[in-house]
């Protein structure tokens, strides 16, 4: 049986190079049956969904990555996001619907822009890069992003349909002993030339053994145990909460005061957060021990 939601990791030991595997079923039907998407703009966030979860593999890190791209055209935002445990989240917005196989280029717009975000979740500084968003594809436009931001030569292919998301990583192993995997190398050329003849078929439908056997059936590939990924979605009352303080107390009674009452919906998952004026009002108190307030998420 094909695997499904799983992460592997996998080394082609010969060639000093290092690679990810992903398929998203569950955890990607779970985000459609949030949302409706047009097929243009789900398999854009399909393949988005795909690439936060192998680039977040080759970190180590207990915070979350964010994949983010904006842009003017008819699709202005496409947000895809995983942590360290595996757990994914995504969301699209879009003005109009793309026509039928329209590029990246064409539903992102001119002057539009791919944002890798890397939150260490410890309150500390976050690291952002950002480039111009180029290619016909995601899958393109994220190893323009590799070839300008990281050390490690790195690249990905990515699919995805009505039923799940699938991705191909590879990336060089950093330097040992001065002999370094470069994009210029034998080694690199060849790992990369191999993985450049599967399909988005291929990647949708073989397992990990399946393909990695296809693709280098010459190389010595050494495959992990997988590990699981799930949709997550983080958002609690008390972040809500969080986030209403930090408007401060006037901005919270003028809401009670036009609307009766403060309603929030999670973009990612549509979990209400309803706060009538009794949970307001405890909102702005100052900050002494207060009871619990109930959870009327819905």
């Not at 329209?102 to 309150?123: H, I, S, V």
């Not at 590939?221 to 983080?234: A, I, K, M, S, W």
């Amino acid at each position: 049986m094909r695997e499904t939601d799983t992460l592997h990791r996998f080394m082609l030991e010969e060639a000093g190079v290092r690679g990810e595997w992903v398929h998203l079923d569950a955890s990607w039907q779970a985000l459609l049956e949030l949302h409706e998407y047009p097929p243009v703009v789900r398999d854009l966030l399909g393949q988005a969904y795909a690439a936060v979860a192998l680039t977040a593999a080759t970190l180590k890190f207990d915070g979350s990555l964010i994949l983010q791209i904006t842009g003017p055209g008819p699709v202005h935002m496409i947000v895809a996001q995983a942590d360290g445990q595996g757990r994914l989240r995504g969301l699209a917005r879009f003005r109009e619907t793309p026509p039928e196989g329209a590029t990246l280029a064409e539903c992102a717009g001119e002057d539009a822009r791919l944002m890798l975000t890397l939150d260490p979740g410890d309150g500390s500084e976050r690291y952002q890069g950002v480039v111009e968003l180029e290619g016909d594809s995601l899958a393109e436009a994220m190893n323009v992003y590799f070839e300008r931001s990281e050390q490690l030569p790195t690249r990905l292919w990515l699919a995805s349909g009505a039923q799940s998301a699938a991705g191909l990583l590879l990336q060089a192993l950093p330097a040992e002993g001065g002999n370094a995997v470069t994009r210029d190398s034998e080694e690199w050329n060849r790992a990369t030339i191999l993985a450049e003849t599967t399909t988005a078929d291929e990647l949708l439908k073989l397992d990990a053994g399946a393909l990695l056997g296809r693709l280098f059936a010459e190389e010595r590939v050494r495959l992990f145990d997988g590990t699981p990924v799930t949709f997550h979605c983080p958002c609690s009352r008390e972040r809500i909460a969080e986030t209403l303080r930090s408007l401060g107390r006037d901005e919270i009674r003028s809401i009670i005061e036009e609307q009766g009452a403060v309603e929030v919906t999670c973009e990612f998952c549509n979990a209400h957060y309803h706060f009538d004026p009794v949970d307001a009002e405890a909102l702005c108190a100052p900050e002494v021990a207060q009871p619990p307030i109930p959870d009327t998420r819905q």
